[in-house]
């Protein structure tokens, strides 16, 4: 509970702090009287219990003033645990009877309290993985329409295995798409960018081309959008247009590096032609 109170982004009654940390009636309550001197425990359940000293939560998160094992809080790893804590509850709240302050604190904040955490053990990106496919427009529309890049920024930290970058690369192409049909392009462009080679020279190049495309012909510059989330799953997305801009192909190598594949947009046809190619 304490490290709960020192790391909350906004104060929130006992009895909603135990459900959101899953502690038994009663049990955070009785933790907190332990600490009844810097702590301001409330009669009313409604209340929030409040820090007495400015300085507490500074003195308990730092292993070089708090030398007692016993109360020191490593913040990064309670940043963890509510991240998970939160996305759990966010994910799973259509069947689980929460009230709605903690469903508020847990949609709001859990992207959050993971872009701070530490995970001592393997990371639980699954569950993001379910909540962008089970919940993101939902979230998006009602507890944080800004949020689009925070949770792709959140993933590419952790895509250090092959496995994690094929599934940050499915939640761009959910990002992305999810952007795009906003009426959002600009969003949708940045969010691709991701799943390019992280160098600026390659950056500004995608930014300018589809810039160029939008403004000479929006509905090219959608098709290529359109292709460009088809192919998002893949380790490296390259691309080039005709001249007349009547043609784009997008290409890209797959996870396992020895299977490509490219699409080609026929403007005149309007058809999009699958072309594999195999290399070893």
Known sequence: MIGALVTLRN??????????????????????HHFHSIISIPQSPVECPRIHHASFPDFI??????????????????????????LRLTLFSMETRLSRQELDYASRWWLDHWSKAVFEESNPMDLVEAFTSRCLVWWFEAVDPSAHFKVVNVCLTESGSETMLRRTRRLVARVAAFALNAGQTNKAIEALQHVHDTSAVRLRQYRTALDTLFATSPQIASKFLDLSLQLVRFINLNFADSTDSRQIAVGSDSVDRYHNLSKLWNEVLGQIRELPTFTA
């Open 11 to 32: 104060p929130l009654p006992i009895p909603v702090m135990e459900r959101l940390l899953g502690l038994l009636e009663g049990d955070g309550g009785r933790a907190l």
């Open 61 to 86: 998160t730092d292993p070089l003033r708090c030398i007692e094992t016993d109360f020191y809080i490593p913040l990064r790893t309670f940043e963890a645990r509510l991240a998970v804590r939160c």
